[in-house]
């Protein structure tokens, strides 16, 4: 455990703080969007059954959050496996911890107190490595959190086919293509080509 760790520093505020998160089990790596919940001090991760995103802290007990603000890694991470160029893998107290090589930062995190329900698990977060690669100062843009809004959204929309979804699709597609730049833009003609 890391004492002394402002997570502040690293942009997981209290809240729900978007990261990509990665696991490995074996050699596959894996990449899916998540929130890191912060209440207070503590840390949390929810996982709904199913996902490979699951079955790996099931298996591992370990994660790393990737703070990163490219919109077309939170779409294809969203729909689709990344490639293995886009990981890197560090050794660390025996295990594998497996990152996004473009994030500006990472925590990796021990899952532990997991408690488990028929749908869903709960695990609290303890910070082990961290690691700082490039800092950037970027104001926040609404075009950034349309795409990241509207690939919640898509998902949901796969589970449940419901048309609501797609209007939100459409109303957060709307503010990227307002507010958007073009990396933005393009992360949404993504997100359209997977639905």
């Keep these: ?10 942009g997981i505020y209290e809240g729900i703080s978007e990261t990509i998160v990665t696991t ?19 840390l949390f991760l929810r996982l709904f059954k199913g996902s490979t995103t699951y079955k790996n802290v099931l298996s591992e007990k370990m994660i790393v959050a990737n703070i990163t603000w490219d919109p077309i890694v939170f779409v294809n991470s969203t729909f689709t496996d990344l490639e293995d160029s886009d990981f890197e893998t ?30 869903a698990m709960v695990t609290e977060l303890i910070p082990i490595r961290t690691h700082i690669d490039k800092c950037i100062l970027r104001a926040p843009n609404r075009g950034l959190f349309g795409v990241i809004e ?24 709307d503010i990227v293509e307002k507010c958007g730049g073009d990396d933005e833009k393009e992360a949404m003609k993504l997100l359209y080509a997977y639905l």
């Design 1 to 10: 455990m890391l004492k002394n760790l402002n997570l502040d520093d690293f």
């Design 90 to 119: 560090e050794h660390f107290n025996g295990k594998n911890l497996v990152s996004l090589k473009e994030a500006q930062c990472w925590i990796a995190f021990e899952c532990t107190n997991t408690k488990l329900t028929s749908e």
């Design 24 to 42: 490995n089990h074996g050699w596959t790596p894996n990449a899916a969007p998540m929130g890191i919940i912060r209440k207070k001090d503590k």
């Design 150 to 173: 509207a690939c919640i959204h898509a998902t949901r929309y796969q589970l449940t086919g419901e048309d609501k979804y797609l209007r939100l699709i459409k109303a957060y597609g």
